[in-house]
């Protein structure tokens, strides 16, 4: 009975001493309204899957046999952004991050990116918006897809938006060029 009465004294304790400390890490200060912003960018993304250079790299990929060799595989990227449609044109930036392939469809390519695409020059210069949605490749290669912005830092920071594609050219290797128009909302 004693040890029980123990006990209830230190669960009773312990309770009582946790709001103590609860209230100093749950102080509550109210924002200052901020003035939200609209961006708009235009760009190109060059996606490499092929050659000695390639911007793009399988790094995970299921173990079974199966009828798509692609289906299951996570890739790495490292991807050009530039001012124009040639790989050759101003670069402005890159996109880093990860793509999953989710089609069992050899004719058509979806998959999950998450990518941080950053912006090495210009007005921009150290800042960068995260893109994390879902892509799929349409039957119709001029079908302009839509992909969710979540984030973003330096002069993106709190980015929330969207940004349109248009694939302007893909082999069947897996190598695209891709136009952007990203629209970014943010602080």
Not at 159 to 175: K, Y
Request: overall charge negative.
């Amino acid at each position: 009975m004693e040890n029980q009465m123990i006990f209830a004294w230190a669960i009773i304790f312990c309770l009582a001493v946790a709001p103590v400390h609860g209230q100093y890490y749950s102080r509550t200060v109210k924002a200052r309204p901020r003035v939200e912003k609209i961006t708009r960018l235009h760009f190109f993304f060059h996606d490499i899957r092929s050659g000695e250079n390639a911007t793009a790299i399988p790094i995970a990929s299921p173990n079974t046999t199966q009828d798509t060799p692609t289906y299951g595989t996570l890739y790495a990227m490292d991807d050009p952004l530039t001012m124009e449609s040639e790989l050759t044109s101003t670069l402005i930036g890159n996109s880093q991050g990860l793509y999953l392939d989710l089609s069992r469809e050899r004719t058509q390519f979806t998959a999950i990116f998450y990518a941080d695409f950053a912006f090495t020059t210009g007005r921009f210069n150290g800042s960068s918006f995260s893109l994390f949605s879902r892509f799929s490749a349409e039957a119709d290669p001029s079908t302009i897809r839509e992909l969710a912005i979540v984030g973003g830092r330096g002069a993106f920071r709190m980015a929330t938006g969207f940004a349109l594609l248009r694939p302007i050219w893909s082999n069947t290797i897996g190598d695209a060029i891709v136009e952007f128009n990203v629209t970014l909302y943010h602080y």
